[in-house]
């Protein structure tokens, strides 16, 4: 059955970030007015647009940081916050305009809930893999056409967690950095495809988990997984392809990150 299809009113000029995926992003919970990581978050999202050539500076980062958590403290003590800045408004052509307008669009939504186990499935990536310094929108068409292929194809369980490997390597999950214990130490993937998360960061800084070149054979000698990211913090996973997995060994990492404002209790 084909999807519903609506065309919208108006003449507006084109928004360059729907046009042309001219948009970078962040998400992160707002937790009793913090951020984790806020000046983190700031700095991916200035990477992301230079690589467009639009410069922010501090003041504006700042100020658009504050109207987002402004806007979730009068919502809730604890919400994800999805921020969007693109190229804004131009007249038509790929060609970017010389006085750019961007343009920030917050997304206020209830953080997640820790419900029923997580499940994963590893899933081979169809894709070649880049480099990645910060969230781009782009970014997501790939992995929802990967979906796809994987639905069509009979391979995926539709709800699983990807678990994302390519030529022998593992590279995340499919919104989430990785997390492996073996032999006793946390590793975390590292290279071509794997963001630099937030979460993922302060975890590297702090020691308790080691980056490497993860073989995608660690999948089967893994004694835990769990996934992280600004939405989730920290989530255990409980299979992997049907293996059962510990689901109580993170009490070490939530240590670390319970150290910092804006994770809560």
Partial sequence: ??????????????????????????????????????ERHWHRL??????????????????LFAEAK???????????????????????????????????????????QRTAPMIAQSMAWPFSLEHKNAKFPADYARLLQAMQQWRQLGIWLPGAEPILHRDGYLISAATANLLIKRDGHWWTPQ????????????????????????????????EALAICNSGLFLRPLASLDGRELATTELSELWKILHAFAGVGR
């Fill in 70 to 112: 402004s806007r979730a403290a009068r919502m809730a003590p604890d919400m994800l916050v999805r921020l969007t800045v693109g190229g804004g408004h131009a007249t038509w052509g790929v060609q970017p305009p010389v006085d750019r307008q961007c343009e920030a669009i917050i997304h206020l939504l209830p953080p997640p």
């Fill in 1 to 38: 059955m084909a999807n519903a299809l609506t065309i919208p009113d108006g003449d507006a000029l084109p928004d360059r970030a729907l046009l042309y995926a001219e948009s970078c992003f962040e998400t992160f919970r707002v937790i009793d007015g913090a951020i984790l990581g806020e």
């Fill in 46 to 63: 200035l990477a992301g647009m230079a690589s467009f050539g639009i410069e922010l500076d501090e003041v504006q980062l700042r100020a």
């Fill in 191 to 222: 290279g071509k495809g794997v963001l630099p998360g937030v979460v993922r960061s302060l975890l590297l800084e702090s020691g308790a988990v080691r980056a490497s070149a993860c073989p995608q054979r660690w999948l089967a000698e893994a």
